[in-house]
Each structure stands twice: as C-alpha cells, then as structure tokens.
C-alpha cells in the first residue's frame, strides 16, 4: 500500500482524536498555572496517596489472581456449565456500577455490615472501610477481567500447546504454553483494574477511601476553581506514570494475536479429578458476584413497612411489583435518557475507534499517537474529564458562532455534553477491541484493492463486511459501558438532563431505599436483555473465527 495514498487519512485520524480531545489538555495545562503550589502541601498528598496506593493494589490483588483462576475455568477447559458460567460473568458486567453498589448495600445493610460515616479521614483508612471497598471495587470489576483473560487465552498458540500435552500434566501445559501467550494481556488486565480503582469514585465516596479520583469530586462539589485546580494538578505525576505503563502495554498486548490462527480448534484442559473443586470455586464466585447482590435487591424492593394488616416489616410480592411498576412509570425518561447517551457514545465509539484502529494497522508513529491520546485520556481520574469539557463548552461560547454551542450544550437540555466526555473516557476501551479483532483481517483483501485500482476507499468498500462487526462489538461493549459511567458525564451535564447512573448514585447518599431498589431491579432487567448478544461474543473469543470466515467469503 502507498504511503501516500494513506498519508492524509492517517493524520485526519489523528486530528480528530487531538479535536475531541483539547479540552482536557487545556483544562490540565490551566489547572498547572494556577494550583501548581499543592505540591508542596506533602501531609495533604501523603493522605491521598496512602489511600489510593492500598485502595487500589488491594484491588489488584485480589481480582487478577481470581479472574485469572475463573477465566481458564470458563473459557478453556470441560467444566459442566461453562456457558452459563459465561452468560452469568456477561450478566454481572453489563449490569451497571452504581445499581451494583445499590444491591451490595441493601445486602450488607440488611446484615447491619454497611459502615457508618463517622469521624475525620485520617492518613491510614478504617482497616473495615478499605476491606470492605477493596471487595466491592473487585466485585465490580472482575467480569470484565474474566471477559478479558478468557478471550485472550483463547488466543494461545494451539500446537505449542498440544506438543507440551505429550510431555507435561496439565498445569506444566499451561505454564509452558498458555501462560506465556497470554501474560501481555494479563499485565494489560492488572493495568485496567488499576486504572478503574485509581479513576473511579462510584465505592470510594460511599466508603470514605480519600482517593485522588475522590479528592477532585469532593472539591468540585465544594466550589471554588482554585480548590479544583490543586486537587486536578495533585493527580498528574500518578496519571503521567500510568499513561506510560499503558502506552507501553497495550502494543505489547498485541503481538501475539498478529499471528494467531483462529481456524484451529481451542485446546480443552481436562480437569479429571479436580472438577469438583473447580464447580465450587466457579458457583460460589457466581453466588458473589450475581446471587447475593441481585437477592439483596429483591429483598429491599419488596419490604412492605408499617401495613394495617401487619405493622412490623416483611416481604411481599404485592410490594415488589408494585414498585417496579412504578418505577416504569415513575422514571421512564431517565431510561430513555441513559439509553440515548450509552447508544449514541457507543455508535461514535465504533465508527472512531474501527477507522482509528484500521488506519492505524501497519503505522507505527500512527498506532503510538493514537495510544498516547487514548491512554491519557483513560487514566485521568474521571471527574476531570467532565470538567474539561464543561471548561471546553464555556470557551466555545466566547468564540465567533457561540449562539450555536449555546444552542447545542448550554442553554437547553442536551445528550451532547455526556456523550462528548464519555467518548474521551471510553475511546481507549474502543481502540482496545477494535485493534485486537482488526489484527486479524487479512491484508490481501487491501492488497487486491490497490491491484484493482481502488485506492483508500476501495479497501474500505472491500473491507466492509469485516469492519462493521468490529464495529458492531466496539459499539455493543461501550454502549454498556457508558450506561454505569457517571463519574465523567456529571460535571458536563445540562441542567435537566440526568442520566439514570446519576440519580442513581445522588439517591444512594440517603440509603438503599425500596424504591431504589425497585429502580435498579429494572435497570438489571434491562441491561440483561440488551447484554445478551454479547454472550455469543464472548464466548466465541470476540468472533475472530467469524471474522476470517467472512474474510474468506470475499
């Protein structure tokens, strides 16, 4: 392929992403001139950073070794059920973050186990207030760990794997074989549960873990732009560091799917005399992560309190359907708000991420600028990424034409500024799918193009039926995504336009109510039936088999 010919498009990809993206890198370097001197306050930063370190290496640990354990369990050997299993880890990740939490609340609050918010933040957390957010925060990340290892693992070199079945038990094939095919990805999971624990504030604020993430929410909701600004510039040398680790990461993470041939069946470990153990070790991970949380849901929505007929507080179906009746009713526009926010992010997702993705195949400078802009952007603690682009809306309006982004993103209720913050906070989730599955398109199919005169837009015509189900995957998976995310879209956000994430989590502040309760049951509902197309994905390993069958149909 000329370089030529690809040369414009290659930096218009660029460009696009630099577009959307400015308002964070204006917010930061604005940020830097005005709060630089919080450096300087070390016991200040010395909390924070004891916090986050042991909030989210805690995390780390726990989730890696158990998505790790789970994901080969599920994915790769005979285990009965194993496609139940899968459907279940799906359930868990689609269901959002705050409608978790919700759930885990009502149980342990049932149980009298929720901590009381009492007494000043010290510089080492309550020992029960980080145990307890180290295994929420793993609950709500481990699906999308297990989703992640178990596609990868499927990406393992079948004959090496084979050829060291005949001189090794089943655990010297895995670390002869296995382990080594999928330990870039592995470092890229731990990377992600890291990033999410450093970023996110769903568990820290309810648990008082003073995080970086929850610093900035907090001196954002107590105003004043020169406390945002310290609060901002006190996270930089953390997320410089781990945008280095990611930019370094995420190529290596792909290496090896670049020869992988999917058309071989999958290598299947026989458990024998460790099945049993093994259906333990997987149902009670599923009891965790759906049984429990979904029952303590259940059980709140249907409490009936002080009725004539009973005044002490029991269960009733009468006041479950009742109140998922009311919620339809009730916050009907809050779904269909969320829906038009995770769907939209999710359409420019796709269409971004797979021309990002497919420009950038072959192009090393590409490929890295590319990384580096996802990768600043998905290591920025959330709630900066809202900021940026308010701070972005509000320079727009002093420009030339500024009655239009009035018009668009201030005056009125609008999706537009949600949607702009989470496609910066998402579009390394985006790059990440769509390059690991166009890795495997063939370049013959560009090649005969060119031979045939079409150029650029011929590849892409050719090409077509490939790209739209990466598309298709790109779009599903963050769509998703964005439905739970509310850490980056709320300081964006319109007056009068509140997504359901975010009622959620400002109504959650005042406990887990029955009605809330009964809102997040139909949330689950929901994002259950609209996650069911991604169970066949994921357990295809992403349909790359799929993908080179079409491939050899053109």
């Known amino acids: 392929m000329s370089s030529h010919a690809w040369r414009p498009m290659r930096w218009m990809s660029v460009l696009l992403w630099l577009t959307i993206g400015w308002p964070a890198l204006f917010y930061v370097v604005r940020a830097c001139l005005t709060g630089w001197e919080v450096l300087s306050e ?7 950073f004891v916090h986050t370190v042991a ?53 342990l609050g049932s149980l009298h186990w929720w901590p009381l918010a009492t007494g000043p933040v010290g510089i080492f ?113 953390g997320s410089a560091l781990l945008a280095l680790i990611f930019v370094f990461l995420c190529p290596l993470s792909d290496v090896r799917t670049a020869t992988l041939d999917p058309t071989q069946p999958t290598y299947v470990y026989r458990l024998r005399r460790w099945r049993s153990a093994a259906l333990c070790f997987v149902w009670a991970t599923m009891t ?12 709140r929505a249907g409490m009936e309190y002080g009725a004539v007929t009973s005044p002490q507080p029991h269960w009733s179906w009468q006041a479950l359907a009742s ?31 797979t021309l990002a993705a497919w420009l950038g195949r072959g192009h090393g400078l590409l490929a890295s600028a590319q990384w580096a802009v996802a990768a600043s952007a998905w290591v920025l603690p959330a709630p900066i990424i809202g900021l940026a682009i308010a701070e972005g809306i509000q320079v727009l309006l002093r420009l030339p034409g ?40 063939p370049r013959d199919l560009e090649e005969q193009a060119l031979v045939d005169g079409g150029g650029v837009w011929g590849s892409l015509y ?44 400002k109504q959650l502040h005042f406990g887990a109510e029955p009605e809330l309760a009964a809102l997040c049951l139909v949330l689950t509902l929901l994002t259950g039936l609209f996650g069911l197309p ?19 149909r053109l």
């Open 323 to 353: 109140r998922l009746v009311h919620a339809c009713a009730e916050h009907w526009t809050l779904l269909g708000r969320s829906a038009v926010v995770a769907g939209g992010t999710g359409a420019a997702l796709a269409v971004f991420s």
């Open 42 to 48: 070390t016991s200040r930063l010395t909390v924070t």
């Open 288 to 299: 965790v992560l759906i049984a429990v949380p979904m029952a303590g849901l259940i059980a």
């Open 55 to 107: 909030f989210a290496f805690g995390t780390v640990s726990v989730v890696l070794p158990v998505a790790l354990l789970l994901s080969h369990l599920l994915f790769r050997s005979d285990l009965p059920g194993r496609h139940l299993g899968v459907w279940l880890v799906v359930l868990a990740a689609v269901i959002p973050a705050p409608v978790r939490l919700v759930a885990w609340r009502a149980f």
């Open 402 to 441: 500024g009655w239009l982004t009035a018009w668009a993103l201030y005056d009125h209720p609008s999706p537009l500024p949600s949607m702009w913050a989470l496609t910066l906070r998402y579009f390394w989730v985006g790059l990440a799918i769509a390059t690991a599955l166009v890795r495997q398109i």
């Open 125 to 237: 957390p309550s020992a029960s207030n980080l145990a307890l957010a180290i295994f929420l925060e793993s609950a709500l990340v481990m699906p999308w760990a297990v989703l992640v290892l178990g596609s990868a693992s499927r990406w393992a070199p079948t004959r090496l794997e084979e050829d060291a079945s005949t001189m090794w038990p089943g655990f010297g094939v895995w670390c002869r074989a296995t382990w080594p095919a999928v330990r870039p990805t592995s470092a890229l999971a731990a990377g992600v549960v890291l990033v999410h624990a450093w970023s996110d504030i769903v568990v820290a604020d309810h648990l008082r873990i003073l995080t970086f993430a929850e610093e900035v929410y907090l001196q954002t909701i107590a105003g004043g732009e020169d406390r945002q600004a310290r609060s901002v510039v006190a996270t930089l040398p």
């Open 462 to 505: 050719l090409l077509a039926p490939l790209l739209y189900r990466v598309a298709a995957i790109v779009c599903l998976t963050t769509s998703l995504l964005c439905l739970g995310e509310m850490a980056a879209s709320w300081p964006a956000a319109t007056p009068g336009f509140e997504t359901l994430a975010e009622h959620v989590f």
């Open 534 to 552: 991604i169970v066949g994905w994921a357990g295809q390993g992403w349909q790359i088999s799929s993908l080179l069958k079409t491939a050899k």
